[in-house]
């Protein structure tokens, strides 16, 4: 099966489970050169009275890519393509505050019919218990150090499940930010580290060079 699973998805609403198991991600169509290398799509939108850009990249050799959230006064970078903001690399704006904005683009870009889904990213390891539904997700891109993105479902078999979205950035145990969602931080901390001992536990993560990742 090719990397491209289908041809226009909604990141957001009834489409939300895709997200989840299978995971979705999501690339903005655009013009792009038909040489081999990174393939680079734009697109440009107002929101709320200001500018801002996708800037979507796409490895064909590698099977990588990401997107950027370009404004006038910060950047902030989609490493999995899967419609949540891992880090903020310019500017000073909180990762939930330029969350915030993503959504909104990706919902005007999902309605003009700009996106399509492209095979997952990352390695991940999933657990439940009876309360939620976990995932772990080891990113490492290109010349940085590797991440982890920790999610939290109330419900995945809801239309709209309650989701939030935390990160790991130095995948070293300890949750740098809540991206999305209601769980306070420290509830996510504690969620997240009963997680990764789980996944130690079955083999399924590996502790290496003061990181905890997903094998």
């Given at each position: 099966m090719g990397r491209i699973l289908t041809a226009i998805g909604h990141p957001w609403g009834r489409a939300l489970p895709g997200l989840f198991l299978p995971l979705a991600a999501l690339?903005?169509?655009g013009c792009a050169g038909k040489e081999l290398g990174p393939v680079v799509a734009f697109y440009g939108l107002d929101y709320k009275g200001e500018h801002y850009r996708i800037r979507s990249v796409e490895s064909r050799e590698e099977g990588l890519g990401f997107n950027e959230l370009i404004?006038?006064?910060?950047?902030?970078?989609?490493?999995g393509q899967d419609g949540f903001i891992d880090a903020v690399t310019l500017g000073d704006i909180t990762v939930a505050e330029a969350q915030e904005r993503y959504e909104a683009v990706l919902e005007t870009l999902a309605r003009e019919g700009k996106l399509r889904q492209v095979a997952p990213r990352g390695k991940v390891y999933q657990h439940q218990d009876a309360a939620y539904f976990y995932e772990i997700r080891t990113f490492c891109p290109s010349g940085k150090e590797c991440f982890n993105q920790f999610r939290v479902a109330k419900d995945r078999r809801a239309l709209e499940p309650e989701m939030t979205v935390a990160v790991d950035h130095n995948a070293d145990g300890t949750i740098d930010a809540v991206t999305k969602?209601?769980?306070p931080l420290g509830e996510v901390q504690s969620l997240y580290s009963q997680v990764l001992q789980k996944g130690l536990e079955k083999k399924r993560l590996v502790a290496m060079e003061g990181k905890i990742v997903v094998r």
């Open positions: 690339m903005v169509c404004s006038r006064s910060f950047v902030a970078v989609d490493y969602g209601t769980i």
